[in-house]
């Protein structure tokens, strides 16, 4: 922080100042003393003026009073000139650092009387300096202070909770480092470069840009600009407030209205459609009953065949659309996954290595055997799809104890629950596709092979019971999806 604020002092002080190290080394230069001097930063001031500087140092480290020196000193015209030397300990907290003032000696002769004074005023502004450090600390906003170039001279401590930098790694920088799409408005994603004209046309407005962490991801934010003078200079002080949570609600909210639209939709459809296959089914019944000649069998057998799949696609439809009447009783849940799996083992094929692992404790749930035993179904199903050469598929039934302050926003209230782990080792998903993956009528699958239902059906049927869902996958590890059920005694 002292060099921050030294930087934001002296910046536009025309007398030559330096930053040290109690041990001599240049931590910051004023832009006067860069014009006057030929000097670096982190050059050693006692190997270039000798041990005598050395004892003024220590002196100096001593005392918050000026203390004086003449050195000399060599500038661009390589003309080596005499100086009076000022300097006194700066201290802010566990930093301590030394300030040095260079004055030609007919300056210094001249106004030695105001040397007290202008010290005293350089100490009061740095203890201003450090107020406002402390209060703009205390926002949870990242606030940055830069001059007209983009270089930050101040940053508060919030950038290290929100962007992973610390303020050391900062300040002196350019703010575009911080801000890819810099001051860009939504929606132009080709600015990738630092534009003042934007910072200006900012100043008094809030902008919703896309700003960058220290790890490389992104994410948006709303920035707003203001400006201040200070010493002829203008510098532009920016707050950034972090839009990741406001967003991540704004497309939950999207999503949960999507999904009420579609499951209204398909209600509908699914109501009027099984009226419609209850009348063909009972006349196709009918048909098969008075017509006894083979040819013709055949054929009604074949209709009734897929009438009834058609009732099965809209025992789907109205499960996806929560318009189906849940049967929840209290069952033992190892019971119901182990009877299951008679079924549906004789179902997936001889390639298929299927494991149940029921753990002790308490595995009684809130559940619907029928349509338990039709999720359960469903995950198989699409396990032996993502393994069509061969593989694993292992179920776990196991009680555990779910916070409530989880970080899943499915969880509504902590408690005791019954888990279902379905675990394949198959392909896998991409994030893409898992992010996807219980949205209605969306598959993988080719044209004819499923119908995107599977997964929204049992996500559905799940959230009605009162419990929740969710999927674990990791392209070539294979895919865990992991239903829990409110816990019953």
């Known amino acids: ?15 030559p100042s330096l930053l040290l190290s109690v041990e001599g080394d240049i931590l910051a230069l004023n832009p006067a003393a860069k014009k006057r001097f030929c000097l670096q930063q982190n050059q050693n001031l006692v190997t270039l003026f000798g041990s005598g500087f050395e004892r003024f140092l220590s002196f100096c480290s001593g005392s918050r009073d000026n203390l004086f020196s003449r050195q000399k000193l060599k500038g661009p015209d390589e003309v080596m000139r005499e100086y009076r030397c000022e300097g006194a300990a700066i201290v802010f907290g566990d930093e301590k650092a030394i300030l040095l003032r260079f004055k030609s000696i007919e300056r210094s ?38 001059d007209q170039t983009g270089k930050i001279i101040l940053v508060n401590k919030a950038i290290k909770k929100i962007m992973g930098y610390s303020t050391e790694e900062v300040v002196g ?28 046309q900012s100043v008094g407005a809030v902008r919703e840009v896309v700003a960058r962490r220290k790890d490389g ?37 999207q999503q949960s209205q ?35 000649e083979e040819t013709t069998d055949r054929h009604i057998r074949a209709a009734l065949s897929a009438a009834d799949k058609g009732a099965g696609l809209i025992d789907q439809l109205l499960s996806f659309s929560r318009q189906k009447h849940l049967n929840n009783e209290v069952l033992n849940l190892g019971t119901v996954v182990q009877e299951a799996l008679e079924m549906i083992g004789r179902g997936l094929g001889e390639h298929i290595d299927i494991s149940l692992e029921i ?35 292992s179920i776990l039934v196991e009680p555990v104890v779910v916070d409530g302050d989880t970080e899943d926003e499915r969880v509504k209230n902590g408690g005791r629950y019954v888990r279902i782990a379905v ?13 996807q993956a219980v949205e209605p009528f969306y598959t993988t699958k080719e044209v004819g092979e499923g119908t995107g239902l599977g997964l929204s059906m049992v996500h559905g049927y799940v959230e009605q019971s009162g419990g929740f869902m969710n999927i674990e996958s990791t392209i070539g590890e294979g895919t865990t999806v992991n239903l829990y059920f409110r816990g019953a005694d």
Not at 1 to 15: E, G, N, R, V, Y
Not at 120 to 138: C, M, N, P, W, Y
Not at 423 to 435: F, I, Q
């Open 1 to 15: 922080m002292i060099s921050a604020s030294f930087d934001l002092i002296t910046h536009s002080d025309k007398i």
């Open 109 to 146: 002769l001249a106004g030695f009387s105001r040397v007290n004074q202008e010290h005293g005023e350089f100490r009061d502004k740095a203890l201003s300096e450090q107020r406002l450090q402390t209060v703009i600390d205390a926002a949870l906003d990242i606030i940055i202070l830069s």
């Open 173 to 200: 920088q350019n703010v575009k480092m911080l801000m890819p799409l810099e001051f860009s408005e939504k929606g132009d994603p080709q600015t990738s470069v630092y534009d003042h004209s934007k910072i200006e």
């Open 217 to 253: 991801s992104q994410y948006v934010a709303n920035l707003s600009v203001g400006t201040s003078r200070f010493v002829n200079e203008t510098y532009y002080t920016c707050i950034i407030h972090d839009l990741s949570e406001y967003k991540n609600i704004e497309l939950r909210l």
């Open 258 to 292: 999507k999904m009420e639209a579609l499951g209204k939709l398909s209600g509908g459809v699914a109501h009027d459609f099984n009226n419609l296959l209850s009348v063909i089914i009972g006349r196709l019944e009918f048909a098969r009953e008075n017509i006894k």
């Open 359 to 393: 753990r002790n404790g308490e595995i009684n749930a809130f559940a619907d055997a029928v349509q338990l035993n039709n999720a359960l179904i469903n995950l198989a199903t699409n396990a032996r799809d993502a393994m069509p050469e061969a593989g694993k598929l």
């Open 423 to 435: 675990t394949d080792s198959g392909s896998g998903m991409s994030e893409d596709v898992k992010k």
